[in-house]
């Protein structure tokens, strides 16, 4: 299991800024160790955000999206209380979902 | 308020809609379209995503530095003034793979979406907005690296 995410919702005139960081490497599989040998590729392939248990957005991600991900997206009509939560799966299967809420 | 028949109306019409772009959450790890990620080119991107030509547009724009320093963490955005956009991507011109990143909208979040990704080399940015009538738009930028995020 991978590392939590630090998820902020702020809620503002209607719509809460959700702002993700997530903890991974995004390996693009190009890249070489000490000795020569390729590191397998290791990204997060797809995003889910929802909001109050109702997905509002899906991502699909390549190799390109930079280390230790950012994201920042405004839901709509989300107001303080409320529960945004965000889960991705990565290109060996692994998993993370983590919740927060809107404040 | 939402009666339930009308929420049960509603669930059916996005469902629907997702099952028809092949992206129902349980498929999810199987709908990722790598050939839309092994595409090189914005039109070959594209068209493994399902779209048509796309169509330069000023109601699409792209946000992101002149000039990045580390190409390894570029902050870059898409967003659109248009209602609509169902789908938001972001894609490097001179990557080994052009698609970034794909983000699939509904109603409930605003077209403007920031991330950060890897860039090479000095390349365009383009961000395309995927809209409900099928339209294609884009927008490009040219963002200048001085040190490159991929390959060491």
């Known amino acids: ?103 | 308020m939402q009666t339930r028949r009308e929420m049960l109306a509603h669930s059916a019409t996005v469902a629907g809609l997702l099952a028809a772009a092949g992206l129902l959450p349980q498929a999810a790890q199987a709908a990722w379209n790598e050939a839309a990620f092994s595409a090189k080119t914005l039109a070959d991107v594209v068209k493994a995503m399902g779209g048509s030509a796309p169509a330069a547009s000023a109601d699409v724009s792209i946000n992101g530095p002149d000039i990045a320093e580390n190409g390894a963490v570029v902050p870059v955005g898409a967003a659109t003034t248009l209602a609509g956009a169902k789908r938001l991507m972001l894609l490097v011109e001179k990557n080994p793979s052009a698609l970034a990143a794909v983000f699939d909208l509904t109603d409930s979040v605003e077209p403007n979406i920031n991330t950060r990704v890897k860039m090479g080399q000095s390349s365009n940015v383009y961000a395309v907005a995927m809209m409900a009538d099928g339209k294609v738009l884009f927008a490009q930028k040219e963002i200048k690296v001085t040190l490159g995020g991929c390959g060491g």
Do not use: C, Y
Not at chain 1, 45 to 50: I, K, L, P
């Open chain 1, 1 to 103: 299991m991978a590392d939590p995410m630090r998820i902020r919702a702020q809620a503002a005139d209607g719509k809460a800024t959700v702002r993700v960081l997530m903890a991974h490497e995004m390996e693009t599989g190009l890249r070489k160790d000490s000795s020569g040998n390729k590191i397998p590729a290791w990204f997060i392939q797809d995003v889910t955000v929802a909001h109050n248990g109702a997905t509002v957005m899906t991502a699909q991600w390549g190799p390109s999206v930079a280390k230790n991900p950012f994201m920042q997206l405004a839901v709509k009509g989300a107001k303080a209380g409320d529960k945004i939560t965000i889960s991705w799966v990565d290109n060996k299967g692994d998993k993370r979902t983590d919740e927060a809420t809107v404040s």
